[in-house]
């Protein structure tokens, strides 16, 4: 039995290296060809263990900018909102202000 990162003996006494971390250990038959094709689909699948953490701190962090993005929009557009009132509520204003100046000047 293989133990990641510790050498070990194997049958004649010869020390083997330890499987690297991120591959799938190969099995003492020599099936190594067939491992790495494993491998190899499960990242194209994109079901590969590091794989799928790394694309998850990606999409957490993509995420986290367009959460951010969306609440700086919302922002603006609550502020380009309330302009709009403010300029609608001040075209009132001087509307209703001209029509009483008219008013006044034809009571005099």
Do not use: F
């Amino acid at each position: 039995q293989l133990r990641r990162g510790v050498p070990s003996e194997t049958a004649d006494g010869e020390e083997e290296e330890p499987a690297k971390p991120g591959t799938q250990e190969v099995n003492r038959d020599g099936d190594s060809s067939n491992a790495l094709q494993a491998e190899l689909e499960s990242i194209v699948n994109g079901t590969h263990p590091g794989l799928a953490s790394e694309l998850s701190k990606h999409t957490k962090l993509r995420d986290e900018r367009v959460a951010a993005a969306q609440a700086r929009l919302d922002e603006e557009l609550r502020n380009i909102n309330e302009i709009a009132e403010c300029d609608d509520k001040m075209a009132d204003d001087m509307c209703a202000e001209a029509l009483e100046e008219v008013r006044e000047r034809l009571c005099d």
